[in-house]
């Protein structure tokens, strides 16, 4: 069966501090991948989303940038966060569509708090 | 680009009782996917139901329903027999069928349950 991860589970930086978010996928190849952030009691926001390697679009221009190294692997970084990037991070992952399993499946998420 | 609206920011049910919460969405394509997903207090996305949008028949799991009218491009979640354990924040979803890499989520619907 598949299974999502994400690290850490809780995350407290101070402002203009690096970060780094990990995501990983077992179970499956070639998955698209997906970081949303949402903000407490609110809607999820696409941050970005990579269909294979090295390939990554980003939907909302931000402090923040994406990195696939491996197939199953997904990065959430910055360089110096911003109060602004505190929020809830989920990272997913969904197959092609018109397959077998077309919705999407979530990990347990991070919260990061900018202080 | 596709929308999905989710008119009621909350909702609330008596324990046993029914409640219905709205989804539309704005689309050009003729094929697509359709979800609905809860995300109780732990802030975990669960997937609820899924809808094809070539089936004319509803989908129906456990206690839960839709009511998918394509023309009205309308796509409600019906839940019998509320139980505490339903409160959550519920997101109604969007996929397309042949280019779905992307999903597109409504702001949500956060469902009380009163004993």
């Known amino acids: 069966s598949q299974t999502i991860h994400q690290w850490p589970a809780t995350l407290v930086q101070p402002v203009g501090s690096p970060l780094s978010l990990e995501c990983t996928v077992e179970?499956?190849?070639?998955?698209?991948l997906y970081w949303y952030r949402q903000a407490a009691g609110r809607g999820l926001q696409l941050l970005f989303y990579?269909?294979?390697?090295?390939?990554i679009s980003s939907e909302v221009p931000q402090n923040l940038s994406a990195s696939r190294p491996q197939d199953r692997q997904f990065i959430l970084s910055s360089k110096k966060l911003l109060l602004s990037d505190s929020g809830f991070y989920l990272c997913?992952?969904?197959?092609?569509?018109?397959?077998?399993?077309?919705?999407?499946?979530f990990g347990p998420g991070t919260r990061l708090t900018v202080l | 680009a596709q929308t999905v609206t989710q008119s009621q920011p909350e909702m609330s049910v008596q324990e046993a009782e029914t409640v219905t919460l709205s989804c539309t969405y704005d689309?050009?394509?003729?094929?697509?996917?359709l979800f609905w997903y809860k995300q109780p207090p732990s802030r975990q996305m669960i997937l609820v139901i899924r809808?094809?949008?070539?089936?004319?028949q509803n989908a129906t799991e456990n206690r839960f329903s839709v009511n998918f009218q394509k023309a009205a491009k309308s796509f409600s979640l019906k839940i019998s027999d509320s139980q505490l354990g339903d409160a959550a924040m519920y997101f109604c979803?969007?996929?397309?069928?042949?280019?779905?890499?992307?999903?597109?989520f409504g702001t949500g619907t956060s469902l009380t349950v009163i004993p």
């Open positions: 997913a992952w969904s197959k092609l569509a018109g397959g077998s399993y077309n919705e999407q499946f």
């Open positions: 179970g499956t190849s070639n998955p698209n």
């Open positions: 990579s269909v294979g390697i090295g390939q």
């Open positions: 689309t050009s394509e003729s094929d697509y996917y």
């Open positions: 809808q094809e949008a070539y089936k004319q």
């Open positions: 979803a969007y996929r397309t069928w042949n280019t779905g890499n992307q999903f597109y």
